[in-house]
C-alpha cells in the first residue's frame, strides 16, 4: 500500500455542488435558484404533475364513466377450489375462517362461491355470497348453504 494508490471506498463520495458557500464556488449568490419566482423562495413545493403552466395531463384528457362509491366487491372463490381444499384438508364444512387460515382470502374480504368446477361430496359451506349455479351445485350433492 501507498500513499498515491489510496482511493475512498466505492460510492462513499459523493460528487454534488456545495451550494451557497460564496461566489469562488461557482454556485452562491442565488444558489442555483435563479431570480425571483416562486422557486427561489424558500417553502416552495411544485405539485403533484404541475407541468410549468401548461395544461397538465390528467386535466387534458377526457373524462369518462362513473365509479359507485356504494359498491359491495366480493372475493370470488369457484367450487374447484372448494374441493381442492376439502380434499387436501379432508373438511366437509368450509367457513371463512378456514379460507383465511389457508390464505384464499383475507379476513376483511366478502366471500362469493362460484360455479366453476364440481363438488366431489357432500359440504356445507358458508359465506357472504352465492351465485346460483353454485347454491345449485352445494345443494344437489346434499350439503348446506348458509349466507353470512
Do not use: W
Not at 376483511?108 to 345449485?136: D, P, Q, W, Y
Amino acid at each position: 500500500m501507498k500513499l498515491n494508490t489510496l482511493k475512498p471506498a466505492e460510492g462513499s463520495v459523493k460528487n454534488r455542488k456545495r451550494i451557497g458557500r460564496g461566489e469562488g464556488s461557482g454556485h452562491g449568490g442565488t444558489s442555483t435558484r435563479g431570480h425571483k419566482g416562486a422557486g427561489s423562495r424558500s417553502g416552495n413545493k411544485r405539485k403533484i404533475g404541475f407541468e410549468g403552466g401548461q395544461m397538465p395531463l390528467q386535466r387534458r384528457l377526457p373524462k369518462y364513466g362513473f365509479r359507485n362509491f356504494n359498491r359491495v366487491e366480493y372475493k370470488g372463490i369457484n367450487l374447484d377450489t372448494l374441493s381442492m381444499l376439502a380434499e387436501k384438508f379432508n373438511l366437509t364444512e368450509v367457513t371463512h375462517d378456514i379460507l383465511v387460515q389457508n390464505g384464499i382470502c383475507s379476513k376483511n374480504e366478502l366471500v362469493k362461491i362460484l360455479g366453476r368446477g364440481e363438488l366431489k361430496g357432500k359440504m356445507n359451506v358458508s359465506a357472504h355470497g352465492f351465485s346460483a349455479t353454485a347454491k345449485a351445485a352445494i345443494e344437489s350433492n346434499g350439503g348446506v348453504v348458509t349466507v353470512l
